[in-house]
């Protein structure tokens, strides 16, 4: 059966990054790279697609560098971009707190966080990087949250036991990314970067095997025009949205990056999710979209649901103390509700599907701040979460403070991604990858704040380095827009944009993409069979032509056509959706976010098998995938089992 | 228009305390307004003062409108297509009625300098007599009158206590204790202000000043 | 619950645009007021109808690209909150409410509710920011910066750049926006060394964007879907009149 799904071919490497002594392995590759003269920069151009914290960072460096830019980006200015969502904050190791942080320390717990899935080197480097991005954002006038002597506070996150979160109240993620944005502004005034916004990456041009532009279009005009530079970086984030139903923004979507895999990118990871476990449960079929509240709750709030299924619809209040299952501290008693992400959905899953969930549907737990309250008062409550207790309120419209919370995991991150070398780039010479579309540093889960910290050291620090010594071989001779290639790519957006507008239907874009989440969230969500797989693939496939025979995209392609731009993005999900789940059958071990009900302990925790596993899925796109297989080795941090009881 | 607000205001205030000289009655009355022209005498010649404060008063009025046309042209320009809805605006009435008001104040300046300065409109019009012009002028059966002059003095109290604030804010005040102490000194003010001048018409209406 | 909704439709920024009217039946009260405006659209898609286009992104009140006027309040009727966090349970069954797109010249309509804000962003461009080239930095705690100020200049900081200031002052004026970031770069140490010509430079690029003056009405602040106080008006003032002053 598999053999039908996918094949399995050669075995791929990271040859770009150094061996030896894992300290200086960034120190060496900077040194080795290729520099390119200053004066010739201005000669040389970059394509930068997405401004989010990693695209922002990196067209703004880049332009300062004294490289041409141009910048793309869907949302109607760059200061939209999702990264700008991101609450709890971004770790570094400052070692402030002098409480036994260090770069090491820092490195260890992510290779671990991640479920020894993850390259050494890559999580060295981040870890390195990470001290220069809390100077660089203070630089720029991030105002992060500071202690009465005026120096920077710290806070511990995700159950790490050190202190090293830097954090601007709950909106640590906006305050970086404003940081990027005025850099980049002040590029564009200086005519260094031209921003294009509300324009929509369709296609990556490839000439001779190097990235050499994109296929763009309009989203007001509709006009669809290619543009030619020496290098194309993509930024465009995550794939959350395949599953519709998730805490992404409403037009996050995998198009850039799926369309480089099929021109010959290989696609890393991707049934590797992050599921988050403190988000507010959908309240109807109208759902959009689903809302996190900030991990930091569960350091006071107590998880439970009824002991009884039959307690479910009764109010929280009407169910005595011995009927209450805290389930968290139950099961997990030396880490309770603070267990890691992966953990804490899991076993929130498992409960509802017991049938002792609450709320619309059985899907919700409760979030339980009666004891917090009773302990602190309610003053110390309010301070510390009374911005999240009035969120929950506006959109829910239940007073946490009388009630307990209800609260579900929902999809929140994407750790896999286009597969990139120690140089952040692609299969594809000169196609770069950063943030969270590449698949580098995270493994099969990623850490608490840990976010913001990859996508500003790839923008910032990393590309702008590693991004020269392709340049180097530059300017490169200039693209004829008539050339193949060329008019291939823009003939295959213009082609598909035509498709899907001549189906003309019986169903809406929003019923395809939403019957495909619940595909998704079902088979491939927190908990995966081969079964569920296997029948989601024949699902999705169903499902995929069903759309392309009865999807109705309402107006002309040459204006304004939000239904038309949906389409395109879950056209696109639809293909990735089957390569998720196939990359999902084939990994029959439980790593990190990726949970297969096969490989479980007699407890019913995740079990890795090393051996079999202990590799990077990189996928190359085809009629039938092909898998390539590039394998991880920990000289440093040796695997083991996480253990939460 | 801060500047220049802020000028018409401190007229205004010695305005209306050389009003209450009134109440000490005709004399006392008469022979400030004879004083008001003899002012800098003898460094300057009789009169000289009072021009000087006119040309000054009507250019921070001329520079007052000026600057208020420019605003409310580049409103108009900022927002071409007006909304459909648009409930009242939500902040205070004062803040809202700034240009009507202002328009209201300057028909009754004028007709206030035909009434009393040149004395066209006066129905004594003896200038050597203004306590008289004053009794005449609001005498009950020109009530009309009365009623014209407190519109256009609660006019100027609105117009005040807002643009005052305003006035603060655009030169720069910018502490939320600050807003509070202006927004109260502007209130207390504006209410002085139209207390002060409405006592004028009201004891002539009630017979107190005869 | 039923309602009407009284919409602005305009297919291009050539197309005059009217009023239309559509009913909305069997909202859930829990949706919020774009899941209203997405069912609306659904129907009108099957119905072989325009969609209405609107702007909006994460739903969740912080990326600032939503917003529409409801009834004639930006955001709609609750204060502090953007219209992606509106909830159809603030409306009565039966209500109609009108739905306008954001009306300054400095924000031209592209489609129906969607605007073009690129104004913000060329204010931006022109000053609003801090020159730090990547690699520059002096380490975080080279310069500490006094707890109230950084509270302040977060709250300041917290500005979504959604537009809602423009859309409800009388004057069609952004100061509350360009005051925003003067006040965030201008109360930190790192923002000092431009702090004269940041001010005098936004104001400028503000003015050429067709923005209208400020009259200190405070409505913007009324409507600001993250509070941003009108203070701060005053403290650009402060700040431009200094920076004048030095020229």
């Known amino acids: 059966m598999t053999d039908s799904l996918w094949h399995e071919g050669d075995p791929i490497a990271d040859t770009a990054a150094p061996d030896g002594p894992i300290e200086t392995r960034w120190e060496r590759r900077t040194f080795a790279a290729k520099l390119v003269n200053p004066a010739n920069r201005r000669k040389l151009t970059v394509i930068v697609v997405g401004t989010g914290l990693a695209g922002g960072s990196a067209a703004a460096t880049l332009a300062e560098a004294g490289y041409k830019v141009r910048s793309y980006c869907y949302q109607d200015s760059p200061r939209r971009a999702h990264s700008i969502a991101a609450q709890g904050g971004i770790n570094a190791a400052k070692n402030y707190r002098n409480d036994g942080d260090s770069i090491y320390r820092l490195f260890y717990d992510t290779v671990k966080g991640g479920d020894f899935r993850a390259r050494e080197s890559n999580v060295y480097r981040l870890a390195q990087v990470s001290v220069n991005i809390i100077d660089q954002c203070v630089a720029q006038g991030v105002p992060f949250a500071r202690e009465y002597g005026g120096l920077l506070d710290n806070r511990s996150f995700g159950g790490t036991q050190v202190s090293r979160t830097f954090y601007a109240r709950g909106q640590t993620g906006q305050q970086l990314l404003l940081g990027a944005y005025q850099a980049m502004e002040r590029q564009i005034g200086l005519g260094n970067i031209v921003m294009n916004a509300r324009h929509e990456m369709l296609e990556l041009i490839v000439v001779d095997g190097r990235a050499r532009g994109v296929v763009v279009r309009d989203l007001v005009t509709g006009e669809i025009t290619t543009d030619f530079a020496d290098a194309v970086v993509l930024a465009s984030g995550g794939y959350g949205n395949v599953f519709f139903l998730s805490t992404n923004a409403k037009g996050c979507n995998v198009t850039a990056t799926w369309r480089a895999h099929r021109k010959g990118a290989l696609f890393a990871n991707p049934c590797y999710t992050q599921i988050h476990p403190t988000c507010i449960p959908e309240s109807g079929t109208h759902q959009s979209k689903l809302t996190l509240m900030s991990e930091s709750l569960r350091n006071d709030g107590r998880v439970w649901v009824p002991r009884k299924a039959e307690d479910c619809g009764k109010p929280a209040a009407d169910i005595p103390e011995e009927d209450r299952d805290y389930y968290l501290e139950r099961i997990y008693p030396s880490f309770g509700n603070l267990v890691p992400r992966d953990i804490a959905s899991r076993a929130a899953k498992n409960v509802c599907d017991e049938g002792r969930g609450v709320g619309p549907g059985g899907l919700g737990v409760y979030l339980d701040f009666a004891d917090a309250i009773q302990r602190l008062g309610r003053a110390a409550v309010e301070a510390k979460y009374g911005n999240l207790f009035e969120m929950y309120q506006r959109i829910t419209g239940e007073d946490p403070y009388e009630v307990p919370m209800r609260i579900y995991p929902a999809v929140h991150y994407t750790m896999g991604g286009l597969w990139v070398d120690y140089d952040l780039q692609s299969t594809i010479p000169g196609l770069f990858v950063i943030g969270e579309a590449n698949f580098s540093d995270h493994g099969a889960n990623r850490l608490g704040a840990s976010a913001l910290m990859q996508g500003l050291a790839d923008g910032y620090f990393v590309l702008p380095n590693t991004i020269n010594n392709y340049l180097a071989n530059g300017p490169f001779e200039s693209v004829s827009p008539d050339d193949p290639a060329v008019v291939e790519a823009r003939t295959q957006v213009e082609d598909r944009l035509s498709r899907l507008l001549a189906v003309n239907g019986d169903r809406t874009v929003d019923s395809f993409h939403r019957e495909l989440g619940h595909i998704m969230w079902e088979y491939c969500g927190m908990e995966r069979t081969e079964e569920g797989l296997t029948k989601a693939i024949g699902l999705i496939r169903g499902l995929r032509d069903e759309f392309w025979t009865r999807v109705k995209v309402p107006g002309t392609g040459e204006q304004l056509n939000q239904n038309l731009e949906k389409a395109g993005r879950v056209a696109d999900f639809f293909e990735l959706a089957e390569l998720m789940c196939i990359d999902a059958l084939h990994r029959a071990e439980s790593a990190g976010g990726h949970f297969r009900a096969e490989s479980q302990t007699p407890d019913g925790e995740a079990l890795r098998h090393d051996d079999e596993f202990g590799y990077v899925a990189a996928w190359e796109y085809g009629e039938v995938p092909t898998l390539h297989k590039e394998d991880l080795t920990f000289e440093y941090v040796h695997p083991s089992t996480r253990s939460y009881k | ?210 | 619950m039923d309602i009407q909704v009284r919409v602005w439709r305009q297919s291009g920024p050539e197309d005059k645009g009217r009023m239309v009217t559509y009913d909305v039946k069997d909202i859930s009260p829990d949706a919020s007021f774009l899941e209203m405006l997405d069912v609306l659209n659904e129907k009108l898609i099957l119905d072989g109808d325009d969609p209405v286009a609107f702007d909006h992104d994460c739903r969740e009140g912080i990326c600032g690209m939503c917003g529409m006027m409801i009834n004639g309040v930006a955001h709609g009727p609750e204060r502090a909150t953007t219209t992606c966090q509106l909830h159809m349970r603030h409306f009565k069954d039966g209500d109609t409410i009108d739905v306008e797109p954001w009306r300054a010249s400095a924000f031209p309509v592209i489609k129906d509710l969607v605007v073009n804000r690129g104004a913000f962003d060329r204010i931006i461009a022109a000053g609003g920011y801090i020159t730090a080239p990547t690699g520059t930095a002096p380490d975080a705690h080279a310069t500490p910066v006094p707890k109230p100020d950084a509270d302040a200049a977060f709250e300041a900081a917290t500005c979504i750049g959604c537009g809602a200031c423009v859309a409800a002052c009388p004057n069609g004026s952004s100061m509350l926006f360009t005051a925003a970031k003067v006040a965030h770069l201008g109360l930190l140490p790192q923002g000092q060394p431009e702090r004269d010509s940041r001010v005098v430079d936004m104001l400028e690029a503000q003015d050429e964007a067709g923005f209208g003056g400020c009259t200190n009405m405070g409505e913007c602040t009324t409507v600001c879907p993250k509070g941003i106080p009108l203070s701060l008006i005053g403290r650009l003032n402060n700040d431009y009149r200094k920076a004048i002053g030095k020229r």
Do not use: C
């Open chain 2, 1 to 210: 228009m801060a500047v220049s607000g802020l000028l018409l205001v401190g007229f205004l205030a010695m305005h209306m305390l050389g009003n209450l000289k009134i109440f000490f009655g005709a004399d006392s009355f008469n022979h400030y307004a004879h004083w008001l022209r003899t002012v800098g005498v003898p460094l300057l010649p009789e009169g000289w003062f009072l021009w000087i404060q006119r040309f000054a008063l009507t250019a921070a009025v001329i520079a007052h409108i000026a600057a208020a046309t420019v605003l409310a042209r580049r409103a108009r320009r900022a927002r071409p297509v007006r909304y459909v809805h648009r409930p009242k605006v939500q902040g205070s009435y004062a803040a809202r009625t700034m240009r009507w008001g202002g328009v209201i104040i300057l028909l009754f300046v004028i007709y206030h300098i035909l009434d009393l300065t040149t004395g066209t409109l006066n129905p004594v019009a003896d200038p050597e007599h203004p306590y008289r012009n004053v009794v005449a002028d609001f005498a009950p059966g020109r009530w009309y009158v009365t009623l014209f002059y407190t519109l256009a003095v609660v006019s100027v109290g609105f117009h005040l206590r807002h643009g005052l604030f305003s006035a603060a804010r655009t030169l720069g005040q910018r502490t939320p204790r600050g807003e509070r102490l202006v927004r109260a000194a502007a209130l207390v003010l504006s209410v002085a202000l139209v207390a002060g001048y409405l006592s004028v018409p009201f004891a002539v209406l009630t017979g107190l000043v005869d």
